[in-house]
C-alpha cells in the first residue's frame, strides 16, 4: 500500500491555515467528571463554513491544475462538503456545482447557493447524489472532487490532527466522526505518524455503520440502506481508496443510536454553548463507551450546521428523554372545580403546566367523566415522580402519555 507522506501533511497543514480559523482545543470538566477521563473538544463546528470539510475541499481544488479547475468543480454531498467546495471554488475562482440527496436540510442548501455553486437535489442519500454527481462529469467534462475517497481531500482533513498534536503533545485518544472515512482516514494517519501510541477511535451512526461492517468484511460493503439522524455521516459505502489506510490506523468504531445523539446535544448545548450538528455529536455520545481511566481524550465536533426544524425536534425529544417534559392523563368527573384542583396538586409540587386538553367525549356519561391531558415541565426524571406520585395521593389515578408537539 502506497503511504501518505508527512511532507505531504505538512504541505497540507500550512496551505489550509491560509482559510481556516483557529478552532483551539475546549477543556470540558463537565464531560471530564462524567466520563472519568480528561476530555478536550476540537470544535470545527465553529468553522467559517460551520464544519471541517473546508480543510480537505480547499487542499485538494489548490492541487489542480488550471485547466482542471476552468473546466468547472463538481461534487456530491450532504452539506459540509458542498460548503467546502463552493466556498474553495470561488477562492481560486473556478465554476461549482454540488449534487446534494433531497433530504438535505434547507440551511445547508441555503447556505452552498450563498457561497456561488449551482445545487443539483437527487437521491434520498449520499451514495445517489453522488453517482448523479459522476454521470454530470462524465457528461459535461466537469473535474469530479470526491467528499471522503481520495488521498488529497483526506490528506487535508489530517491538518485537524496536526493542530490537535501541536496543542496537546500529550493526546491519549482521538475521537473521530465517521461517514465516507475521509476525516477519519487523515487524523488517523497523521496521528499515527507523530505518534504511534496515540489511538485513534472512529464513530459511526448505528443506523449508518458501513465503515465497522466494512472492516468486519475486510474490504468495502455497501449496507441496504442508512437510517440515522446524523445525516452528514449518513454514507452506505465507505470510501475504497482510503479503506486500507483505515484498516492499519484506526484502533476500533464505536457505534452511537440516535437516542444517544440527541441527549449529547443537549448536554453539549447547555454545558458549553456550543451548537453542534447530529454528526457532530457522534463523538460526543461516545465518550459515554469508553472506560473511566483518566486518559486525555479529544472529541472531534467535526460540524454545527443544524437548521432550526431539526433544532426544535432535537431539543424537544431531549427533553422527553431526561423528563423534563411529560405528559399525564387523569379522568375527573365534569363539575366545576376539579381542574383547578389538579392545577394546585401540580402546583404544590412545583410542577409548570405548558399545555392543557380537556376532553369531554371519553366517556358516553360525560356527568360521570372527562380526560385531562397534561404536559408540564420538570426538573427531571426524580421531580417527574415526586408529580405522579401527589396526583396519585390526591385521588386521582394519572396515565402517562406519549409527548408531541409541545413547541410546535
Known sequence: MEKLSLDKFEEAYERVQEVVLPTNLVQSDFF???????????????????????????????????????????????????????????????????????????????????????VVLHGNVYDEACEK??????????????????????????????????????????????????????????????????????????GANCLQESLKAGHPVTLKGVNTIADGTAVKTPGETIFPYLQENLDDIITIEDDELIVAFLDILENHKMLVENSGLLTVAALKHLKPEGKKVVSILSGGNMDIITLASVVQNGLIQRSRIFTVSVLLPDIPGQLNKVSKVIADVQGNVIKLEHNQFVSVNRNSSVELTITMEAFGHDHKKKIIDALRAAGFKPKERTTRGVYQ
Open 32 to 118: 471530564s467528571q462524567m466520563t472519568g477521563n480528561k476530555v478536550y473538544f476540537k470544535p470545527e463546528n465553529l468553522q467559517l463554513t460551520g464544519a471541517y470539510k473546508i480543510r480537505g475541499a480547499y487542499y485538494k481544488i489548490s492541487t489542480l491544475s488550471d485547466e482542471e479547475k476552468a473546466k468547472g468543480l463538481i461534487t456530491a454531498s450532504a452539506g459540509n462538503h458542498a460548503q467546502g467546495v463552493a466556498y474553495a471554488a470561488r477562492k481560486f475562482g473556478a465554476p461549482a456545482i454540488v449534487v446534494m440527496p433531497t433530504t438535505t436540510p434547507l440551511l445547508k442548501v441555503n447556505r452552498t447557493k450563498e457561497l456561488g455553486a449551482e
Open 133 to 206: 454527481a459522476k454521470e454530470l462529469a462524465a457528461e459535461h467534462g466537469y473535474t469530479f472532487v470526491h467528499p471522503f475517497d481520495d488521498l488529497e481531500v483526506a490528506t487535508g482533513q489530517g491538518s485537524i490532527a496536526m493542530e490537535i498534536v501541536k496543542e496537546l503533545p500529550t493526546v491519549d485518544m482521538i475521537l473521530v466522526p465517521v461517514g465516507g472515512g475521509g476525516l477519519s482516514t487523515g487524523v488517523s494517519t497523521l496521528a499515527k505518524m507523530l505518534n504511534p501510541k496515540i489511538k485513534v477511535i472512529g464513530v459511526e451512526p448505528a
